[in-house]
T-cell receptor, first 117, second 114 residues
Framework: AQKITQTQPGMFVQEKEAVTLDCTYD???????LFWYKQPSSGEMIFLIY??????QNATEGRYSLNFQKARKSANLVISASQLGDSAMYFC??????????????FGQGTELSVKP | EPEVTQTPSHQVTQMGQEVILRCVPI?????FYWYRQILGQKVEFLVS????????KSEIFDDQFSVERPDGSNFTLKIRSTKLEDSAMYFC????????????FGSGTRLTVV
């Protein structure tokens, strides 16, 4: 079974509009972390935002916010006021067993976001 | 802002050759990782390294792969005898605590096996 599911292979958004990128996850751990990364065409992985499973408030970082719905096991990324430079691939990832050694991330398939002028 | 540095950014190698990918993690980080991304696919975990030993490895990380922290700063991934299917982007990452905070990726090494 997929641990991280991103159901939108591609998304379009008009510049200055908000967009939501979906991510659902599957884990039996009580303690886990959820990440979003941006990968532009140049290839690097840019950290955007992190949400811990015990964090009561939804994470926010500038124009990025994470809509964390624990019961539904979803961790959607919301980008407000889209800019042309937001066009990229976006990956959702999960770190299980947060307090054990190791710390590997499990990634979803990604969503390619295109921002239209 | 501290960053994870990877060299080279692009490497082309002949099938069957050994290749070493290099990484300098963030200086106060204790956990180190290698991931790979085959073109157009998702990022896959290869190996994690803590306290000078492998803490976890994936099925991909077979006997052809090895990791080393030869000194206090470098973290290397060696592929002993490269195959065409090893062509991918290889990312190094480091983390201060192994939990969520400060999990940082390098900009990657694109390995092309011909």
């Amino acid at each position: 079974a997929q641990k991280i599911t991103q159901t939108q292979p591609g998304m379009f958004v008009q510049e200055k509009e908000a967009v939501t990128l979906d991510c659902t996850y599957d884990t039996s751990d009580q303690s886990y972390g959820l990440f979003w990364y941006k990968q532009p065409s140049s290839g690097e992985m840019i950290f955007l935002i992190y949400q811990g499973s015990y964090d009561e408030q939804n994470a926010t970082e500038g124009r990025y916010s994470l809509n964390f719905q624990k019961a539904r096991k979803s961790a959607n990324l919301v980008i407000s006021a889209s800019q042309l430079g937001d066009s990229a691939m976006y990956f959702c990832a999960m770190r299980e067993a947060l307090y054990n050694q190791g710390g590997k991330l499990i990634f979803g398939q990604g969503t390619e976001l295109s921002v239209k002028p | 802002e501290p960053e994870v540095t990877q060299t080279p950014s692009h490497q082309v190698t002949q099938m069957g050759q050994e290749v070493i990918l290099r990484c300098v993690p963030i200086s106060n980080h204790l956990y180190f990782y290698w991931y790979r991304q085959i073109l157009g696919q998702k990022v896959e975990f290869l190996v994690s390294f803590y306290n000078n030993e492998i803490s976890e490895k994936s099925e991909i990380f077979d006997d052809q792969f090895s990791v080393e922290r030869p000194d206090g700063s470098n973290f290397t991934l060696k592929i002993r005898s490269t195959k065409l299917e090893d062509s991918a982007m290889y990312f190094c990452a480091s983390s201060e605590t192994g939990r969520g905070d400060g999990y940082t990726f390098g900009s990657g090494t694109r390995l092309t096996v011909v």
